[in-house]
């Protein structure tokens, strides 16, 4: 079973914020937070990950909580090229993800 | 660099056939990974190889075999083809620890009829 929930389900506007929710209640204090995409019809693609701290990069940000047991993560303007599943996995090592069903996301012109 | 490459794209079983997925990386990582998924699913790990010579179980291996050839290569075999094995198959490499950035292949979709 995934050690995260994520909505089945949102939608965006092209060009506006995303904040695309996880709760990981059960994490341990060495599990790293991943991210990874989707995109119809292709393998997933690494999208952003941590630990503690908030991460950015050219994709994307990630939002911890202090106590870690919720991350978000942040598209700061859709795009339609973005639409896709995305996955929150939370690992220690990571020689074992375990991908949910994740949260598919719509961006809507 | 061609990252993650399998073969073939596409392919058509019947119950009972025997088969061999292949998978190659150029990226020189460590493991290597086996993934299938079914319609409207996440991914489900079957295999994965954390070192060229070792092979581990994941979450759904009943069915499978697999062989680590080399660093590149990693194959799963499917000795005896079951309807329930209609799924895309997914190979990937990375490097564990931390990050642990895994670089996933484009697919194999495959039918068991």
């Known amino acids: 079973d995934a050690k995260t929930t994520q909505p089945n389900s949102m939608e965006s506007n092209e060009e506006e914020p995303v904040h695309l929710p996880c709760n990981h209640s059960t994490i341990s204090g060495t599990d790293y937070i991943h991210w990874y995409r989707q995109l119809p019809s292709q393998g997933p693609e690494y999208v952003i990950h941590?630990?503690?701290s908030n991460v950015n990069n050219r994709m994307a940000s990630l939002a911890i909580a202090e106590d870690r047991k919720s991350s978000t993560l942040i598209l700061h303007r859709a795009t339609l090229r973005d639409a896709a599943v995305y996955y929150c996995?939370?690992?220690?090592?990571?020689?074992?993800?375990?991908f949910g069903p994740g949260t598919r996301l719509s961006v809507l012109p | 660099n061609a990252g993650v490459t399998q073969t073939p794209k596409f392919q058509v079983l019947k119950t009972g056939q025997s088969m061999t997925l292949q998978c190659a990386q150029d990226m020189n990582h460590n493991s290597m990974y086996w993934y299938r998924q079914d319609p409207g699913m996440g991914l489900r790990l079957i295999y994965y190889?954390?070192?060229?010579?070792?092979?581990d179980k994941g979450e759904v291996p009943n069915g499978y075999n697999v062989s680590r050839l080399n660093k590149r290569e990693f194959s799963l075999r499917l000795e005896s083809a079951a309807p329930s094995q209609t799924s895309v198959y997914f190979c990937?490499?990375?490097?564990?620890?931390?990050?642990?950035?895994?670089?996933f292949g484009p697919g194999t979709r495959l039918t068991v009829l």
């Open positions: 941590g630990l503690t």
């Open positions: 190889s954390a070192s060229e010579g070792t092979t």
């Open positions: 990937a490499s990375g490097m564990p620890g931390g990050i642990n950035e895994q670089f």
């Open positions: 996995i939370s690992d220690n090592y990571g020689q074992n993800f375990v």
